[in-house]
């Protein structure tokens, strides 16, 4: 049963780092692609992220320079690093994969950057 739970979010304020992870389990995890997406108030769910299992990755433009994203196949585990964060970036960030056509998803780690 694949399952990904997300940790690490809390209150930042702007200016601010975070770094979340997301444990995997109950699929191969080094040969699978493992993506970040944010859902802020009133918005909808965005790509911030994502990484191939050979460690390439890859980001929308907007997302560029203050996010990456990381893993470590050794402890099954996906990471986002987040650095001068922003109001804008409060949000619920969210892990996600795609096992044998279907996608999977963490419950979510809610991030809220405010002074």
């Known amino acids: 049963q694949v399952q990904l739970v997300e940790s690490g979010g809390g209150l930042v304020q702007p200016g601010g780092s975070l770094r979340l992870s997301c444990a995997a389990s109950?699929?191969?995890?080094?040969?699978?692609?493992l993506s970040w997406y944010r859902q802020g108030p009133g918005k909808q769910r965005e790509l911030v992220a994502t990484i191939g299992y050979s460690g390439i990755s890859s980001s929308p433009d907007s997302m560029k320079g203050r996010f990456t994203i990381s893993r470590d196949n050794a402890r099954n585990t996906v990471y986002l690093q987040m650095n001068s964060l922003k109001p804008e970036d409060t949000a619920v960030y969210y892990c996600?994969?795609?096992?044998?056509?279907?996608?999977?998803w963490g419950q979510g780690t809610q991030v809220t950057v405010s002074s």
């Open positions: 996600k994969t795609s096992v044998s056509g279907s996608d999977y």
């Open positions: 109950g699929f191969t995890f080094s040969r699978s692609y």
